[in-house]
């Protein structure tokens, strides 16, 4: 069993930055792909950001490339902490956003890929 538990959302103006972080444990959690989603109101819940397990490569959305970045800290096997820096946000931006575990070393960009959820936390950005 994996669990995930997302911090550092809020409001913010157009141009600023926010840093989101995901916690996860659960066992051999570094074992996980872990992706980073969003789902703002009336529309379909969207692939942002991704890092594997094995060697750490990330693998961005066009719309954040440049803006956002994805980081993994290992704190034990069983214990990680991921964040996502984002700058110059944008309203487009504004979402729910959440974080996702993946049993598998590739990076997959639709939600059904993934095994685990976060309960999310409200991004929201004022022009």
């Known amino acids: 069993q994996v669990q995930l538990v997302e911090s550092g959302g809020g409001l913010v103006q157009a141009g600023g930055s926010l840093r989101l972080s995901c916690a996860a444990s659960?066992?051999?959690?570094?074992?996980?792909?872990i992706g980073w989603f969003r789902q703002a109101p009336g529309k379909e819940r969207e692939f942002v950001a991704g890092i594997r397990w094995s060697g750490g490569s990330t693998y961005y959305a066009d719309s954040v490339k440049g803006r956002f970045t994805m980081g993994r800290f290992t704190i034990s096997r069983d214990r990680n902490t991921m964040y996502l820096q984002m700058n110059s946000l944008k309203p487009e931006d504004t979402a729910v956003y959440y974080c996702?575990?993946?049993?598998?070393?590739?990076?997959?960009?639709?939600?059904?890929?993934?095994?685990?959820w976060g309960q999310g936390t409200q991004v929201t950005v004022s022009s």
């Open positions: 659960g066992r051999t959690i570094s074992s996980y792909t």
């Open positions: 996702a575990a993946r049993g598998r070393s590739d990076i997959y960009t639709t939600p059904s890929g993934y095994d685990y």
